[in-house]
């Protein structure tokens, strides 16, 4: 026998883009100095990412892939994820890596080819960021069935791009959270652009969020650019799927400011107009405006963090600008448990050619 099925996909806005409040705030939002932490972190986090892409253009630091408009998803995971939770994620999402110990020196070495970089000093069982495009997501779903089999009361959150639902790996890995029910939330960083690819170009469903419905999991869309809303809808994910409630996917809707990274040019295949429309979106001066309107924030507590962070950010810049780089040999390191007699050949010659150019 057939029965026709319905399935719904809400959206959660709280602070529209002229920073009103929409329906009522989460218990959490109604004291304004509970948001004085995310508006710090989303600030540090664009100050970072300005910084970081002036080292890329003046040569002191590898292809960087900006966050330009971003910060609010980021932030909003980090703050409501538990330190022995577990992230896995692309590369846009330093708000979330700040929160949970990740170093902007750490963040640095990494994008100038230092793989010290991800062998992160605090919260080292968080995944290294992931370049390529949709492999963390099945990462997530072996880290939280691990989880699941050790009955641990830890969740495993993933982060991906639009472009990454259109790869197999995310089909698979839905497919497999939804039918173990495992502790895992998926997160959709949709920001219009797979590189150069619109997200028209790439699919012809409504929402993304709906792709997860297919696997048994509920999903949902949210404003990504209020961080408010963001970390609402995280948190309920979240403790639901560490109460043993399994997988949530929640797609959170933003604008990618910036190119894809510095090594793109988004002037060819976007229209400036677009772009400048959608600033009026800016996360931050969203939560700013809100801010200030509620009496929890003014112009010289603005100025005192822009100060703050400023130097914060330059002291993280010069540790990474004075870390010695590491001997040629170290390429060899972690390949085999004892080096085959090939590989300690052409070992022995990096360290004399190391020496001959010391």
Not at 80 to 97: C, H, K, N, P, W
Not at 273 to 284: H, K, M, Q, S
């Amino acid at each position: 026998m057939s029965k026709v099925a319905y399935f719904e996909v809400h959206y959660t806005q709280c602070l529209n883009e002229n920073a009103e409040v929409i329906g009522a705030l989460p218990p959490f939002a109604h004291d304004p100095q509970n948001l004085i932490p995310l508006y710090r972190t989303m600030t540090l986090t664009r100050l970072f990412d300005k910084k970081a892409v002036s080292l890329q253009r003046t040569g002191q630091l590898g292809t960087y892939a900006s966050s330009l408009g971003q910060e609010a998803i980021s932030v909003a995971i980090g703050h409501v994820m538990s330190i022995d939770d577990v992230l896995l994620t692309t590369y846009r999402e330093y708000g979330a890596q700040l929160q949970r110990g990740v170093t902007m020196t750490e963040i640095l070495l990494y994008w100038g080819g230092d793989e010290r970089g991800m062998a992160y000093q605090d919260c080292r069982h968080d995944f290294p960021i992931s370049v390529p495009v949709a492999s963390q997501v099945p990462h997530a779903v072996g880290v939280a069935y691990a989880m699941k089999l050790r009955r641990e009361p830890r969740v495993a959150v993933c982060v991906l791009g639009d472009g990454a639902t259109s790869k197999g790996d995310f089909y698979e890995a839905m497919n497999a959270a939804g039918l173990w029910r495992l502790p895992v939330v998926f997160v959709i960083n949709n920001n219009g652009w797979a590189i150069s690819v619109p997200l028209a170009a790439q699919t012809r469903t409504q929402t993304l969020a709906q792709k997860a419905i297919a696997a048994g999991i509920p999903g949902e869309q949210v404003d990504g650019n209020d961080v408010i809303a963001l970390r609402t809808r995280m948190e309920n994910a979240i403790e639901k799927a560490r109460r043993g409630e399994g997988p949530c996917l929640i797609e959170a809707l933003t604008y990618r400011l910036c190119d894809h990274t510095t090594a793109d040019d988004a002037s060819r295949y976007r229209e400036q107009a677009e772009v400048e429309a959608r600033w009026r979106l800016d996360p931050i001066q969203r939560l700013r405006t809100y801010l200030t309107q509620a009496g929890a924030w003014d112009e010289e507590q603005e100025q005192s963090l822009q100060t703050e962070l400023t130097q914060q950010v330059e002291e993280a810049v010069q540790k990474y600008l004075d870390t010695p780089p590491q001997p040629p040999e170290s390429m060899f390191d972690d390949l085999y448990e004892s080096l085959p007699s090939a590989l300690r050949e052409q070992r022995q010659t990096a360290i004399a050619r190391g020496k001959s150019h010391a």
